[in-house]
């Protein structure tokens, strides 16, 4: 099993920064193998992806919303996985997860994610 705990979640102004660590556990699986991403859910709306990275970081993709103002990277030995957000906007505003999936490529389809944190909450005033 894997348990995910996101923190760095907060209020903001627009415009402003924050960033997300998400911190894995658990026993029977190698953290260096799995394909990790941010997902985030507004208030009333579907959940997203956001951005995701391959197992050696070599590969990350982004969605059209957040690209060239995020940036996820992940520590292996930390087994910590990040997202610094940029010129946050109150459209940015929802909750963000964290997931993992064993790697058979890259991917924001959140159905293709079987382990999940409880989400850390990103509030961006105007």
């Known amino acids: 099993q894997v348990q995910l705990v996101e923190s760095g979640g907060g209020s903001v102004q627009a415009g402003g920064s924050l960033r997300l660590s998400c911190a894995a556990s658990?026993?029977?699986?190698?953290?260096?193998?799995?394909?990790m991403g941010w997902f985030r859910q507004a208030l009333g709306k579907e959940r997203e992806g956001v951005a995701s990275?391959?197992?050696?970081?070599?590969?990350?993709s982004y969605s059209d919303s957040v690209k060239a103002r995020f940036t996820i990277t992940r520590d292996k030995t930390k087994r910590t996985l990040y997202l610094q957000m940029n010129s946050l906007n109150p459209e940015d505003t929802a909750m963000y997860y964290c997931?993992?999936?064993?790697?058979?490529?890259?991917?924001?389809?959140?159905?293709?994610?079987?382990?999940w944190g409880q989400g850390t909450q990103v509030t961006v005033s105007s």
């Open positions: 658990g026993s029977g699986y190698a953290y260096s193998s799995f394909h």
């Open positions: 990275i391959s197992p050696s970081s070599a590969m990350t």
């Open positions: 997931a993992a999936k064993p790697w058979t490529g890259p991917g924001l389809k959140s159905d293709e994610y079987p382990y």
